[in-house]
């Protein structure tokens, strides 16, 4: 069976940092581009990261959403078979349940081709 856990989230203060993980198992996440995704309440599923494929047309390289670059870093282990975001600075708009998401050999994550969903890990910014 093919499982994404996703890890690391927890109740932190304004400037705060956390680390999610998104661990895989049943399948090699190098085979995809894997997307850190994240859902506030009444507010739509948005992209936060992305590490694209980096096997042929794909470069392996980050992307980031506008409001998290120069905060937020995703990097991949594959030797753990792991994806992880590492959340600096965080601030109250942050606040939401994060998802991993992966999509099969792809130069991008976009919601609507996530392949697989984790079950997501909740992140409150509060003072």
């Known amino acids: 069976q093919l499982h994404l856990v996703e890890s690391g989230g927890g109740l932190v203060q304004p400037g705060g940092s956390l680390r999610l993980s998104c661990a895989a198992s049943?399948?090699?996440?190098?085979?995809?581009?894997v997307g850190w995704f994240r859902q506030a309440p009444g507010k739509r599923r948005e992209g936060v990261s992305c590490?694209?494929?980096?096997?042929?047309?794909?470069?392996?390289?980050?992307d980031y959403a506008d409001s998290v670059k120069g905060r937020f870093t995703i990097t991949r282990d594959n030797t753990k078979n792991t994806v992880s975001l590492q959340m600096d600075s965080l601030k109250p708009e942050d606040t939401a349940v994060y998802y991993c998401?992966?999509?099969?050999?792809?130069?991008?994550?976009?919601?609507?081709?996530?392949?697989?969903w984790g079950q997501g890990t909740k992140v409150t910014v509060s003072s």
């Open positions: 590490i694209n494929y980096n096997h042929g047309y794909g470069d392996g390289h980050p």
């Open positions: 998401g992966v999509v099969w050999r792809a130069p991008e994550c976009a919601v609507t081709s996530v392949d697989y």
């Open positions: 049943g399948f090699t996440l190098d085979d995809y581009a």
